[in-house]
């Protein structure tokens, strides 16, 4: 299985689009990243876990699922570099790959130690673009081969059954 553990707040501001919207809205820029990241998990099926810091958001630790994501929030005293380093520690075993994204240094030297690898937030937002550009060519693609009808009807008969369907005489 492999697990990619995402540092919340450093892939925020990382991101052109996620940056500019942290700037309005936090809150929004938190909920973008989660929705990226359920697309990611449905794409390569990996387990995705988004990590933000109590630095931002004041609260006691929370988890909770969105999309399918596991979204944490540290606590109070506690970064989302020490938490993912331990959930490195945690998760690590011979059938788990733990990856990391960030972009901040020292964490990817903390996480290598722990065996996992990183991805840092440009080339997590270039993998995010390519998978979002494949996701779009596959909706196309069955979108344009959906036949209209599973019968062929002349352009007559189908805005006569359209009337009927709406209740129209």
């Known amino acids: 299985m492999n697990i990619l553990l995402v540092d919340g707040y450093n892939i925020i501001g990382a991101w052109p689009e996620l940056r500019d919207l942290k700037n309005k809205d936090l809150s929004a820029a938190r909920d973008r990243l989660i929705e990226k990241m359920a697309e990611y998990q449905g794409y390569t099926g990996y387990r995705v876990i988004v990590v933000f810091d109590a630095y931002f958001v004041k609260t006691v630790e929370q988890k909770y699922r969105n999309y399918k994501v596991e979204v944490l929030y540290t606590r109070e005293n506690e970064t989302a570099d020490e938490r993912i380093e331990k959930l490195a520690i945690e998760l690590n075993n011979i059938k788990t790959q733990i990856y ?3 972009s901040d240094y020292t964490e990817q030297w903390a996480i290598f130690g722990q065996g996992a690898l990183r991805i840092s937030a440009r080339e997590l937002f270039n993998e995010m673009n390519i998978i979002e550009k494949k996701i779009e060519k596959k909706v196309q ?10 019968i062929s009807l002349s ?3 189908a805005e006569i059954f359209e009337k009927w369907r709406r209740g129209e005489e």
């Not at 069955?142 to 599973?150: A, C, E, G, L």
């Open 100 to 102: 990391v994204a960030t």
């Open 155 to 157: 352009s007559e008969v």
């Open 141 to 150: 693609l069955t979108t344009d081969k959906r036949p209209s009808s599973k």
